[in-house]
């Protein structure tokens, strides 16, 4: 066991926190989260979308009780990482990727740096301490420990924002069978009777309750949503070919964003910007070298397929016309066919309305059928 006070150990543990590459770091306690009945609505207006496993109910309870998670649980320390890279994106006529998506996936890295943690903290007691960690993938109400440990407050758009740095930040968790002292909670809200996230919305996504219908959120649609992209919103995603920022550009707190110098999240070259015939041209089972631990594999190829070719139509991108026509006519994907027929009825041109002829004369799935038919109203 360590000689050292709570107080001691703690200041210790922040220090080497950020000497690792945290940006931000606080400690709570495992108290249960105040914010459990405002997910549980959440989830019970089905505004989770596809995200299934959010109410699966053994996560449900071990969400309510972090000591259902760790039960020797005494602390919990939160950390974030700002990941906003140094060319940020906001040309509106070339494809965009969400900011915290440019660089390497980040649960990759925050894991690693939390388990570098954990090793300094085994090294301060004389002995391996209970734990576990989290990056967004554990039933933890994350946004919630942040601001219980002073990080910040969750604002409108439904990040959390720190009045210092904004809210380009990625959170994570390292629960401690260690008592460590607890920061103050973050009590202001400091977004006041601004409404400009909530009004730049294109789908109108984000709620007057600081949640968010998910099955309208572009970020949703474009990574998480694996099946077709209801027509009503493909115009609505605009450019944006893997995730969306709008709620945070437009957020005034972060004027005060600075871009991070670590390179694990500045803009591959790849994303400079996308290209969107060449990612038309993924072939099935295989991902370009420089896409290799990208958070851009997640929705797999059909997923950043189908985003491409969305992008693809709302920009008119005339050089995409070749490669969405071999999608319609040979692709093994019947959504992929489908989205490639509603790109090239928003392109038009004489080359997109004989492919979209000649897929009607051959397609037997009724759902591409109807995505064709559609697309013909736009040539």
Not at 206 to 217: H, N
Not at 247 to 267: H, L, Y
Request: contains cysteine; aromatic residues 6%; hydrophobic residues 40%.
């Amino acid at each position: 066991m360590t000689n050292l006070n709570t107080q001691d150990l703690t200041a210790r543990i922040k220090a080497e926190a950020k000497r690792i590459g945290f940006d931000l770091v606080g400690v709570t306690g495992p108290a249960p989260p105040s914010h459990l009945d405002v997910y549980h609505q959440w989830l019970a207006k089905g505004r989770y979308g596809s995200m299934s496993y959010l109410a699966d109910e053994r996560a449900l309870k071990r969400r309510s009780d972090p000591l259902q998670i760790l039960p020797e649980c005494e602390s919990i320390l939160t950390v974030a990482v700002n990941y906003l890279p140094e060319d940020e994106q906001h040309a509106k006529d070339t494809p965009r990727v969400a900011a915290y998506a440019r660089g390497d996936d980040y649960h990759d890295v925050l894991i690693e740096r939390l388990e570098r943690l954990t090793e300094f903290i085994a090294t301060q007691m004389g002995e391996s301490v209970p734990h576990r960690m989290y990056t967004d993938t554990g039933p933890l109400l994350e946004r919630e420990l942040a601001q219980r440990s002073g990080l910040g407050w969750i604002g409108k758009n439904t990040c959390l924002i720190n009045p210092s740095h904004g809210s380009y930040f990625l959170l994570a968790e390292l629960l401690l069978g260690v008592q460590l002292e607890p920061d103050a909670p973050f009590e202001e809200d400091r977004c006041g009777t601004c409404t400009r996230c909530i009004d730049a919305c294109p789908t109108s996504c984000i709620l007057p309750d600081r949640t968010l219908d998910a099955r309208l959120c572009i970020s949703y649609l474009t990574i998480e949503h694996k099946d077709s992209v209801p027509l009503e919103l493909r115009e609505k995603i605009g450019n944006w070919l893997f995730g969306c920022d709008i709620c945070q550009q437009v957020c005034p707190w972060n004027r005060f964003s600075m871009p991070t110098k670590d390179p694990t999240f500045q803009t591959r070259s790849l994303l400079k910007p996308p290209d969107i015939e060449d990612l038309l041209n993924l072939a099935p089972g295989t991902w370009p070298k420089h896409l290799h631990g990208s958070p851009l594999l997640r929705p797999r190829r059909r997923g950043l397929v189908r985003n491409a070719a969305i992008v693809a139509g709302n920009q008119r991108i005339q050089a995409a016309v070749p490669r969405l026509i071999e999608l319609l006519l040979h692709d093994q994907e019947s959504l992929l066919r489908g989205h490639a027929a509603w790109a090239l009825g928003q392109i038009g041109g004489t080359s997109a309305l004989m492919a979209l002829r000649e897929a009607k004369e051959t397609e037997t799935d009724p759902i591409v059928l109807a995505e064709i038919e559609a697309a013909f109203i736009f040539l």
